[in-house]
């Protein structure tokens, strides 16, 4: 599958990529990944050994002269986020990613590409196979779990990464290099709130929000996009005056990712459904115009409930009020900008998944920020609301900010090759996102460490592609850089 891959150039970072695209690996699922590669690496004759969590590190030992050149890490991760269509049948435990190439890109088709950050995993392993690039010792570190918790990074076994020097491969502009990412935490909110029987005079609708863009929670949070859960609980707030009541909610899938879709649905006054059709049709038409031209294909429904589906209970009146309240109030978006860094926000919060069943409330938000006191901070926002409503919140899978470095020896190469192979310098920034070198250089702290990479667009959404031509530059990049600092100690 995908054999339009191999055509494309440059053909090692292409080869492996489609083998990254052939097998399965969201979050959870990337051991047969990690088989193929382990097999891989005996077949070339290199050295490989996994932590105690399963990341994989590869190792390649220094070409000739070059012994006593600093080790090299390349960094990336193997796991994949999982987003699909609603109309798409895609498994991402079973299924292949089917690509195709439109106008210098390659997308995927109505599924995530998984370009983050499969091609600088496939950098990584046509790096290890060259013969062509003269480069000090090297080891190749794939994670896991990046996408879901930084599970890979966070249980990384300290004392056994032998480089001075790291790589992160998972950036996602051309001509940009970074030196600083944003720390984070889940916020997470669980709930057991009361039910009552749905009377006999109530009826039941559906409400969805669809059609949104989406995107990835860092890399996006300051774009112009709908977040499907912001939007439905302003739509089940205005449906207050039915005396509606939640039965269930289900929106979004990821916490790292905006949310594109969100359903509810609620029983309310049989002789209130006209109202209430009325009111949700005049505020699509209200939305629509706040949130074009980004999210064009928005759309907002509403579907009466077959008598035969109808629930048995749904929350009593004040418990869903109470929740409809705390969602329409709950922090979302872009909090701060940095006042250090021009242009880059400081502390956002992404409400990336909200849950209603059988009375159990759920919510996930990924907090984000260049201050780790501004993550703790927000966290404790969600605590102060949610308990108002008796749920229980607590944070899970923090993990530490990159602080930058920009007397960095490391970037100071980077910028110079850039400069000699490119004919341009690179712009040197701080990413509101959470790259692995901040947990990795907190077990490490004497790392030197740049991230860079291809351009890539929409990830964390079906609408991820990646601009061919700068994955050409990437490859570049990356082998001059190497075989750079192999030649530095050499000389």
Not at 425 to 435: N, Q, S, Y
Request: with cysteine; charged share 20%; glycine share 8%.
């Amino acid at each position: 599958m995908n054999e339009h891959l191999d055509a494309l150039s440059p053909a090692p970072v292409w080869r492996h990529f489609r083998t990254l695209c052939n097998t399965p690996r969201p979050s959870g699922h990337e051991a047969e990944l990690v088989a193929k590669l382990e097999a891989w690496a005996d077949e070339l004759g290199l050295a490989h050994d996994r932590d105690a969590f399963g990341n994989l590190r590869i190792k390649k030992p220094a070409a000739k002269g070059c012994e006593d050149a600093p080790g090299v890490i390349l960094q990336g991760h193997l796991d994949m986020v999982a987003q699909a269509n609603a109309e798409s049948p895609h498994d991402f435990t079973r299924d292949s990613i089917s690509t195709y190439v439109h106008d210098g890109w390659l997308h995927a088709e109505g599924t995530t590409l998984g370009a983050d950050n499969g091609l600088g995993v496939a950098a990584a392993l046509a790096l290890l196979e060259s013969t062509e690039v003269a480069h000090g010792p090297l080891e190749a570190l794939f994670t896991l779990e990046e996408e879901t918790s930084m599970g890979g990074a966070l249980s990384l076994d300290e004392g056994w990464l032998e480089g001075s020097l790291l790589l992160n491969l998972d950036s996602e502009a051309r001509g940009e290099a970074y030196i600083g990412c944003a720390g984070g935490s889940d916020a997470v909110v669980d709930a057991r709130l009361p039910q009552t029987p749905v009377e006999a005079h109530e009826r039941c609708l559906d409400i969805a929000v669809t059609g949104l863009a989406g995107g990835h929670s860092g890399l996006d949070i300051h774009r112009p996009l709908g977040n499907a859960n912001r939007l439905l609980a302003r739509v089940l707030r205005l449906l207050e005056f039915a005396d509606a009541r939640l039965v269930s909610y289900q929106g979004g899938t990821l916490r790292n990712a905006i949310p594109r879709e969100a359903f509810a649905r609620v029983a309310l006054p049989a002789d209130e459904i006209d109202a209430v059709t009325a009111k949700v049709q005049t505020l699509e038409a209200t939305l629509r115009g706040e949130l074009a031209p980004a999210d064009s294909d928005f759309a907002l429904s509403v579907k009466p409930v077959a008598a035969a589906d109808a629930p048995d209970e749904a929350l009593n009146l004040d418990a869903s009020a109470m929740l409809v309240a705390a969602l329409h109030a709950a922090p979302c978006g872009v909090e701060r900008m940095s006042a250090e860094v021009k242009g880059v926000v400081d502390t956002s919060n992404n409400l990336g998944v909200v849950q209603l069943e059988d009375g159990r409330a759920h919510l996930c938000a990924l907090v984000r920020s260049l201050h780790d006191s501004a993550v703790t901070a927000m966290v404790d926002r969600f605590r102060a609301l949610f308990e108002l409503i008796g749920a229980r919140v607590k944070a899970e899978h923090g993990y530490p900010g990159w602080v930058p470095n920009a007397q960095s020896p490391l970037l100071a190469t980077f910028i110079d090759c850039h400069q000699a192979r490119l004919g341009r310098e690179p712009a040197v920034k701080v990413i509101h996102a959470g790259l692995e070198c901040g947990i990795l250089g907190s077990k490490y702290p004497a790392l030197d460490m740049i991230s860079f990479g291809p351009t890539i667009l929409g990830a964390h959404s079906p609408d991820e592609r990646v601009d061919i031509d700068s994955v050409e530059e990437f490859w570049t990049l990356l082998k001059a850089l190497v075989e750079t600092l192999g030649r530095q100690a050499a000389e």
